[in-house]
T-cell receptor
Framework: DAGITQSPRHKVTETGTPVTLRCHQT?????MYWYRQDPGHGLRLIHY???????DKGEVSDGYSVSRSKTEDFLLTLESATSSQTSVYFC???????????????FGPGTRLTVL | GENVEQHPSTLSVQEGDSAVIKCTYS??????FPWYKQELGKRPQLIID?????GEKKDQRIAVTLNKTAKHFSLHITETQPEDSAVYFC????????????FGGGTRLMVKP
């Protein structure tokens, strides 16, 4: 597995509380992504980053914000968690296009978040 | 944006039989089509991918075919084994600035011994 870790791996929180999930990579890859996985929906992109301080929205970005202050860390924040954000969250990384395995995304181990 | 549909959502086969999973995509600019396997409680892992300049790619018991005209691609697994049981996801990418993938909804494959 590529050097990707996620923390925490499991979290239970209450509606209305802020939550931050962390993705850390040791591969020095340029691109980082946050997905959520729900039954029947596959993996849906929340936000992605194409460099330090460079981020953009994905398909399901409402209610989420991200930050990337260092190449190796990509944070996902739920400002005020809701029950609809109960899900499994995966971080992924990808190398710069044109170098190595173009486009291939490597996934982290996932974070299971439950919002009560 | 891109839309990827995947069928069937569940597939049950006997060990040794073949399994086929099909996906369609909407964006004619898509040029990269990976397949991921996800075992229960694990992360998705790439098993095979194909780019738009080829129509078929094989890797041992796994093959992927691509029909750009019809905008569909398929995963073929031959001589299935119980360890092939997992959820399989197809995806498509147009090689856009974000290197983004759009995933299908997944297929749960069950291989009965």
């Amino acid at each position: 597995d590529a050097g990707i870790t996620q923390s925490p791996r499991h979290k239970v929180t209450e509606t209305g509380t802020p939550v931050t999930l962390r993705c850390h990579q040791t591969e020095n890859h340029r691109y980082m992504y946050w997905y959520r996985q729900d039954p029947g929906h596959g993996l849906r992109l929340i936000h992605y980053s194409y460099g330090v301080k460079d981020t953009d929205k994905g398909e399901v970005s409402d209610g989420y914000s991200v930050s990337r202050s260092k190449t190796e860390d990509f944070l996902l924040t739920l400002e005020s968690a809701t029950s609809s954000q109960t899900s499994v969250y995966f971080c992924a990384i990808s190398e710069t296009p044109g170098r190595g395995s173009y486009n291939e995304q490597f996934f982290g181990p996932g974070t299971r978040l439950t919002v009560l | 944006g891109e839309n990827v549909e995947q069928h069937p959502s569940t597939l049950s086969v006997q060990e040794g039989d073949s399994a086929v999973i099909k996906c369609t995509y909407s964006d004619s600019a898509s040029n990269y089509f990976p397949w991921y396997k996800q075992e229960l409680g694990k992360r998705p892992q790439l098993i095979i991918d194909i780019r738009s300049n080829v129509g078929e790619k094989k890797d041992q018991r796994i093959a992927v075919t691509l029909n750009k005209t019809a905008k569909h691609f398929s995963l073929h697994i031959t001589e299935t084994q119980p360890e092939d049981s997992a959820v399989y996801f197809c995806a498509a990418s147009s090689g856009n600035a974000g290197n983004m993938l759009t995933f299908g909804g997944g297929t749960r494959l069950m291989v009965k011994p």
